[in-house]
Structures are given as C-alpha cells and as structure tokens.
C-alpha cells in the first residue's frame, strides 16, 4: 500500500483566497482524521470521520474551515477565504479503529497565506 | 489542562547516555498508548505502542502507569539518528480521537 497520500505538499496563496487540501487514505481503514501543526501549538485534531462520517469537529478553527469524506477513499480540507494565521503544515491521519491500533500519518501539506 | 503533557525539552544528551521522557494525560478513561517520533519537516510516525504491562523494542522501553495516568519512554544507549521530536499519543476508544503532546526534543551530541 502506498501510504496516506495528501496533495498538493506545498501550497503558497493570498490572503482571500480558497484552498483545498485532499487527502486519500489507507485502504481498509474506517477513520480518518485532519491535523494542523504548528511551532506554536504543535499538532491540533482539526475534525475526525468514522466510516465517512464526521463525528468530532470541535477543533475547528473557525467557519472558514470545513471538511468532507464522500467516499472511503477520498477527503478535503476547505479553507475560504484563507488568512495568513492559516499557515501551517496540514497533516491527514487514517487508521481502523478496532482494539486501539495506530495512525498513519500522510507527508502533510505546508500551507503558506500571504 | 492539557489532555496530553509533555516536557518540550530540548534534551541534549551524549551518544551512548540514557534519557527518558514522561508525558501524563488527564482522561482517565484513555485506553491506548503510542509513542510517535517526527523528524524536522517529516510527519509524525509511530516509534512504539504501549501496553499496560510495559514493553521493549531493542534500545527502547515504554512504560504506562495508569494509577497515576502517566507513560515513559526510555532510549538507552543513545545514537545520533535518535535525534527528533518524540510526540506521546493518547487514544479514547470511545471517541477515537487521537490526542497527541507538544512533543519533546531530543538532541543527541556527538
């Protein structure tokens, strides 16, 4: 398998603008999970999805953020209008969730808002 | 509080010495342990779970107290590679969510 992949890996945007981040999981696993990391607040659970549902979207900055899983395979990570407190490294994670088995982490997206 | 806590470090320590890591969790009702390490502009990767009784994976040994709601990671016999990030990770079972520290820095001097 080829892992967590997310596209694009680095992105550079204006202020305003709309950015999605896509992220397709590992085959087989039942959740997945979007993370920001930052130096100053280090790794934050954005929202998570069981069995393509959302289930927690507590760590949702804001309303300029939203998600979506319309099939097993397939994520997006939505922020309109972008600002520049937006940039950061966006990390997708899937994992399957039975008995507390591990995340697998993607290569991340650094998201630069100028 | 934090749901996970971790000592931010740095650590810098000599090849060869011992060092340990503790990081303590607030939900008691946590069910699953994992210690991750990230190496500078790499995503996070699972170094080693952690099981109730303890366990070893050759230089490394993860440890859970739950009584005290903590979890230890020590690395003997230090070696430059181990130079990273090492991130503490706390699973619910029943909301799955993966709640990871701040991380601590490990720097190991030549």
């Known amino acids: 398998d080829a892992g967590v992949i997310q596209s694009p890996r680095h992105e550079v945007t204006e202020m305003g603008q709309e950015v999605t981040l896509r992220c397709k999981p590992i085959?087989?696993?039942?959740?997945l999970f979007w993370y920001r990391q930052t130096m100053m607040r280090g790794l934050e659970l954005l929202i998570y999805?069981?069995?393509?549902?959302?289930?927690?979207d507590s760590g949702m900055p804001e309303d300029r953020f939203s998600a979506k899983m319309p099939n097993a395979s397939f994520s997006t990570l939505k922020i309109q209008p972008s600002e520049p407190r937006d940039s950061a490294v966006y990390f997708c994670?899937?994992?399957?969730?039975?008995?507390?088995?591990?995340?697998?982490f993607g290569q991340g997206t650094r998201l630069t808002v100028v | 509080r934090k749901e996970v806590e971790q000592d931010p470090g740095p650590f810098n320590v000599p090849e060869g010495a011992t060092v340990a890591f503790n990081c303590t969790y607030s939900?008691?009702?946590?069910?699953?342990f994992f210690w991750y390490r990230q190496d500078c502009r790499k995503e996070p990767k699972l170094l080693m779970s952690?099981?109730?009784s303890g366990n070893e994976d050759g230089r490394f040994t993860a440890q859970l107290n739950r009584a005290s709601q903590y979890i230890s990671l020590l690395i003997r016999d230090s070696k430059l590679s181990d130079s990273a990030t090492y991130l503490c990770?706390?699973?619910?079972?029943?909301?799955?969510?993966?709640?990871f520290g701040t991380g601590t820095r490990l720097k190991v001097l030549a």
């Open positions: 952690v099981y109730s």
């Open positions: 999805f069981n069995n393509n549902v959302p289930i927690d």
């Open positions: 085959s087989g696993h039942n959740s």
């Open positions: 939900n008691s009702a946590s069910q699953s």
């Open positions: 990770v706390v699973n619910d079972i029943g909301t799955y969510k993966y709640i």
């Open positions: 994670a899937s994992s399957f969730i039975q008995g507390g088995t591990e995340a697998f």
